[in-house]
C-alpha cells in the first residue's frame, strides 16, 4: 500500500485510538476495521462492523477463484473494479442497473438483486446502500435461492435494525454494520481492503 506522510499519520493516530480492540480480533479483520474508520474518519467503526468466522477467509478464495461480485448501486461498483481489474479480476455486476422495469413495490436495485442472484446464486453479495435490496437478500437466503461466498451489508437502517441481524441465522460467511449507520463507501471500503490483504497473501505464497 503507498502512502504519503498524511495518509501514514491517519493511520498511525487510528493504531492509537482503537489499539485496544486488536486482542479481540485477527490481523485482518483489524486491518478491514482500520481502512473503514480511515475512510469514515468515525471510530465508532471499531465496535460496530461484525464479522462471522472464517468470513475474510472464504471471501479471499472467492476472490481468488474469480467469484462474481453482486453489488446493489453503482458506487461500489466503480469504486471496487479498478482494484479488481489490477488484481482478481472479478466479474462485478450492479443490481440497480440490471432490471428494465421494476414493479410498484420494488425498488431498481433490489429488482436487479433477484435476477442477479438466480443467475449467479453463489457470487459474493454487496449491499451497501438499498435498504430495500437487503430484505430481498433475506428473502433469497430464506427460500435458499441464493448460497454467497461472502455477504457484506452495510446500508444506513434508521427503521428495522434488526434485519441486518438477520444475517445470523443462515450458514454463510458475512459482514455487516451493526446498527443504524452505513453507506456504500463503508462497503467499497470492505471490499477493496480484502482484495488488498487476499491479493497480497497470494503473492507471498508464490
Known sequence: MNLDFTDASSLATID????EISRNITPAQYEIIRQVVYCTADLEY?????????ALAKGAAALTAVTPIIVDVPEIQVSIVPKLQKTFTNPVYCCATTSGNVAKDRSRAS???????????QSMFVIGQ??????????????????????VVTPP????LETKQKLKNFD?????????????NIAATVINSLISLAWRAKQRSY
Open 157 to 160: 437502517m434508521f427503521i428495522d
Open 46 to 54: 471499531q465496535s460496530l462492523l461484525k464479522f462471522s468466522p472464517g
Open 16 to 19: 492509537r485510538q482503537i489499539g
Open 111 to 121: 429488482q436487479g438483486l433477484e435476477i442477479l442472484g438466480r443467475k449467479y446464486p
Open 130 to 151: 438499498d435498504q430495500t435490496s437487503l430484505l430481498t437478500l433475506i428473502d433469497l437466503l430464506k427460500n435458499k435461492i441464493i448460497d454467497p461466498s461472502l455477504t
Open 172 to 184: 454463510i460467511p458475512f459482514i455487516f454494520i451493526d446498527g443504524q449507520k452505513g453507506g456504500a
